[in-house]
């Protein structure tokens, strides 16, 4: 199967990205933050202070906050590793 790979920390997403892959993921923003990762700990962010725009540039500025892998197929998007949700997309990718 053919794959993108896409390296957030050379090339940040936008904040229409981001948004994008929380709505394809049927998720809030917010939820594409690592609060565990060391750059969450070390900024400390106070993620309900933020609006969704504030949380897009938070993304776009610091790549390494977010969580990862993220694997997408355009219409519907896996955040984190989810090995049966990653079955699922790819199975679903190769029978459309």
């Known amino acids: 199967m053919p794959f993108e790979f896409r390296d957030v920390g050379k090339r940040p997403l936008t904040a229409a990205e981001s948004s994008n892959l929380a709505a394809l993921a049927g998720i809030p923003l917010q939820a594409l933050i690592n609060t565990g990762s060391q750059t969450f700990r070390k900024l400390k962010p106070d993620l ?5 725009l504030a949380v897009a540039q938070l993304l776009t500025d610091q790549p390494k906050i977010m969580k990862r892998p993220i694997l997408t197929d355009g219409r519907q998007a896996v955040v984190g590793f989810q090995a049966d949700e990653y079955r699922r997309l790819i199975g ?4 459309s």
């Open 92 to 95: 679903a990718a190769e029978t």
């Open 48 to 52: 309900a202070a933020l609006d969704e």
